[in-house]
């Protein structure tokens, strides 16, 4: 199993007056190579459990088993599980910023203390994943498209080389054209890598195409889970959540 959450529940500032419980006893397992889509409304959760998935915070209860290991055990290296575990932001071209595309997506590695010839290698990996060729490593990140930028965002999470792959809406502020490219490449990114992906989005709708399984978050617990056909199938109580606008033509 990649990712196993046992009973997980998330209370944003416990004890005070404003204390908020973010997420509710949630059980999730989600296989090697897998590629699932996590559905909710504003605020039902989503980001808040991604941040679980690589420790970047620490349930007020339950457990976090990554690879087989519980992330908050004795002795884990949490440096080590965000390598396994790459997260890609909402929104995560506000975070390029080095002059050339090559610099950006080699940032990471280099971090790691690589050799140059390793931190190529790396970045090669990242850009063709995300079907960036050559000819993009000397261009400047800002006077690329919102797809494109994305892309190099996503190519320097990748150049870590993590074997599971969050998503927060990644697809969020982009053009219905740029959404389905972006769509594509992951999926096609998914097949040829072997990656487990778990991708966070607001639309049934753009996900269900692609996704092996859907888990769909509402008010901080888990409602249903299935493929998307067999989520689907709660079409009526789907809407009534508003969760779905129309009917789908595409299952
Ligand atoms: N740092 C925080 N401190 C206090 N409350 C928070 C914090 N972050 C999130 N919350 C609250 O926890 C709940 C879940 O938020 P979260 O960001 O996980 O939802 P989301 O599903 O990602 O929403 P969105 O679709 O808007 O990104 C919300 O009620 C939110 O207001
Ligand atoms: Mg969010």
Redesign the pocket.
Known sequence: MAIKIEHLT?I??EGMP?E????DDINIDVAKGEFIGII????????????MFNGLLKPTSGNVIINGRDIHGNGVNKKEVRQQVGLVF?YPEYQLFEMTVYEDVAFGPKNLGLSEEEIKARVEYGCKAVGLDESYYAKSPFELSGGQKRRVAIAGVLAMNPNILIL??PTAGLDPKGRNELFVQLKKMHEELGLTIVL?S?SMEDVARYVDRLLV?YK?KKAYEGTPREVFAHGIELEKIGLLCHRLDIL
Do not use: C, P, R, V
Request: proline fraction near 0%; hydrophobic fraction near 25%.
């Open positions: 998330h944003y500032n404003f908020k419980k973010a997420l909710g409304h504003t605020g039902s959760g989503k980001s808040t459990l991604i941040q909402q927060d809406e966070i607001h978050l901080g």
